[in-house]
């Protein structure tokens, strides 16, 4: 894979995003994923049972990922196997569409709090219902800090390592794990298989990210604070990758984030990540935005670096 495609694909997601009106791998990986799911809580009896078949479920799925994308680039050459190429770089990353729809958010909130409620329940598996404006723009600038690892970082940095299949791969069990890998009554064992995959797929690219956030920290003159806050908080979070984004942009900002929160249903304790001396605000949520441009550009240049020996 030349230089050449990977910055194509990158110019092409700040460009247009993910329009609603194109069709994603995504959205197709979705539907895959909510068919197995149906079909595993039909036949599974028992816990053991869907354990057993959130197991099964991840290895046809990566299989899929991986086994499709290959044929596709096997049997082509010339403009189509270049097409392609470049469109599979594109779709797996997602920075403009984290961006557009943060300021969706920020936008609704700006309207009234049930618009922002309801705006925020689009990228949020939380229960959104209840929560006040500084909740609202917490729980955004969490998903913008974690998916800065998640839907940019890391796709990046499997794409280095595999090609456009891997961005396809991590993709598929990236989507698993937020389709099915909660801890709930009904997801417990059907995506425990899926999340433990996705934590180990993302624990050397969310420590990237934090590296980088914390660069990019030297733009808001918050450099020793983020390194200290990332030190401090990196592993105050449920999920042993996710923290360590988080613990960065709380640093950059000066915020507190984290808590507990309603998922479907039930409330989960969560730890806090975060000095907190100052107020969220919903400008904090374009100082995100910055931030993930700024990290993906050091994840780019520092791929072009490597690039060169």
Known sequence: MAINDLLLG???DWIFGDPYFMPHPVILMGKVISFEEKVAFKYGKNSRDLYIYGGILVFI??????AIPWLILSRTSGLVYKVFLVYSIYQAISARM?????MKVKEACARSLDQGRKRLSYIVGRDTRKLSLKEIYQATIETVAENTSDGVIAPLFFICLLGPIGGYLYKMVNTMDSMIGYHTDR??????VAAEVDDVLNY???RITAGFMALVSIFFGRFKETIKTIQ???HAHLSPNAGYPEAAIAGILDIRLGGGHWYFGKFIEKPTIGEGRKEISPEDISKTIYVLYGTEIAMVAFILLISLF
């Open 10 to 12: 990158i110019l092409l």
């Open 61 to 66: 799925n990566i299989f899929l990922a991986v």
């Open 204 to 206: 050397i690219p969310a």
């Open 232 to 234: 401090k908080y990196k």
């Open 187 to 192: 997801y417990e064992y059907l995506g425990k």
């Open 98 to 102: 984290l961006h557009y729809e943060a």
